[in-house]
């Protein structure tokens, strides 16, 4: 299986902080490679697709980037809904995996 | 837009089987360019594939999970389904079905996520 891993494991931040979340897969992924945002109780949602691009309906301030083995999120400017824990998933071989998430709080 | 529901027990014993239905609207499960996944979550825990079946009927598994898991669609009733056999505590999760898209294989229409419980 594709190892996925995330870091930081939890962050904290402020409002309009910058942020920037990475992920590294222990194989090239080409650029299968996903970002969910996760709030409590909530199922997943879909944030990123293909590395960089940005699913329908999320705003302009997600964006990602990277190829291969190595991903970043970022968040230019957070705002208070977002803070949740994110995930990356690499669809590029089944069985498809996800990172461990990374948990966004308040400062 | 795509909706998902899953529906099934909520408790099942150890050593029997799990069985879930995912209800679609708003889309066909026979419609080309989609694939249909369950997805868990352990209590606290991160998220694990558990397989997949496409427009056409072709399963992808997750091998981890052992030979007990079956993923089936009734086309007619637009509805696809997830079998577990032979359960223990380890299998407590809640259970998402969700739509994938075959370009980039991302999963972009979840349901709302369903708990699990693994018990006597």
């Known amino acids: ?19 920037t979340v990475t992920c590294r897969a222990n194989q090239s992924i080409d650029n299968y490679l996903n970002w969910f945002q996760q709030k409590p109780g909530k199922a997943p949602k879909l944030l990123i697709y293909a590395a ?3 699913h329908s309906g999320v705003p302009s301030g997600f964006s990602g980037s990277g190829s291969g083995t190595d991903f970043t999120l970022t968040i230019s400017s957070l ?3 977002d803070f949740a ?3 990356c998933q690499q669809s590029f071989r089944t069985p498809f995996t996800f990172g461990q998430g990374t948990k966004l ?3 | 837009q795509v909706q998902l529901q899953e529906s099934g027990p909520g408790l099942v014993k150890p050593s029997e089987t799990l069985s879930l239905t995912c209800s679609v609207s708003g889309g066909s499960i026979n419609s080309g360019g989609y694939f249909w996944t369950w997805i868990r979550q352990h209590p606290r825990r991160g998220l694990e594939w558990i397989g997949s079946i496409y427009y056409n009927g072709i399963t992808y598994y997750n091998p981890s999970l052992r030979s007990g898991v079956s993923i089936s669609m009734d086309t007619s009733a637009n509805q696809f389904s997830l079998s577990l056999t ?6 407590t999760a809640v259970y998402y079905c969700a739509r994938g898209n075959l370009r980039w294989k991302e999963v972009d229409f979840w349901g709302q996520g369903t708990l699990v419980t693994v018990s006597p």
């Open chain 1, 79 to 81: 705002q208070p809904g």
């Open chain 1, 1 to 19: 299986d594709i190892q996925m891993t995330q870091s930081p494991s939890s962050l904290s931040a402020s409002v309009g902080d910058r942020v």
């Open chain 1, 85 to 87: 824990t994110y995930y």
């Open chain 1, 105 to 107: 709080e308040i400062k």
């Open chain 2, 86 to 91: 032979s359960v223990t505590a380890a299998d």
């Open chain 1, 52 to 54: 960089s691009s940005l």
